[in-house]
């Protein structure tokens, strides 16, 4: 599976942004998609996630509330609307696909994709 992020910009805080992730090279309903990011100095984590049909939406903490995980796989696209957005939101967001299955859990652990994407620059200003 190939992964195109595409969305991220410069905003101001309070902003709305929607990210995009458009796939290809495999049957997108059969695959899981994540998005994780990664601020400068910081580690990988975990954003949200949705399973393959859409029925199974989780999301961390910090964006809970505030975003919004979905997926098209008529377009093979999955999005993230982030609302309200904070400079610790500052990131470059990637997305990410595995198989279909196992536990909603497990949506939230990284190793668990086998596909990324290349990543989109979200600078959030105060």
């Known amino acids: 599976v190939r992964l195109q992020a595409s969305g991220g910009g410069l905003v101001q805080a309070g902003d709305s942004l929607r990210l995009s992730c458009a796939a290809s090279?495999?049957?997108?309903?059969?695959?899981?998609m994540g998005w994780f990011r990664q601020a400068p100095g910081k580690e990988r984590e975990f954003v949200a996630a949705?399973?393959?049909?859409?029925?199974?939406?989780d999301s961390a903490d910090s964006v809970k509330g505030r975003s919004t995980i979905s997926r098209d796989n008529a377009k093979n696209t999955v999005y993230l609307q982030m609302n309200s957005l904070k400079p610790d939101d500052t990131a470059v967001y990637f997305c990410?696909?595995?198989?279909?299955?196992?536990?909603?859990?497990?949506?939230?652990?990284?190793?668990?994709?086998?596909?990324w994407g290349q990543g989109t620059l979200v600078t959030v200003s105060s």
């Open positions: 949705i399973n393959w049909s859409g029925g199974i939406r």
């Open positions: 090279g495999r049957t997108f309903s059969n695959y899981d």
């Open positions: 990410a696909a595995k198989q279909w299955g196992g536990p909603g859990h497990r949506l939230r652990i990284p190793e668990e994709y086998d596909y």
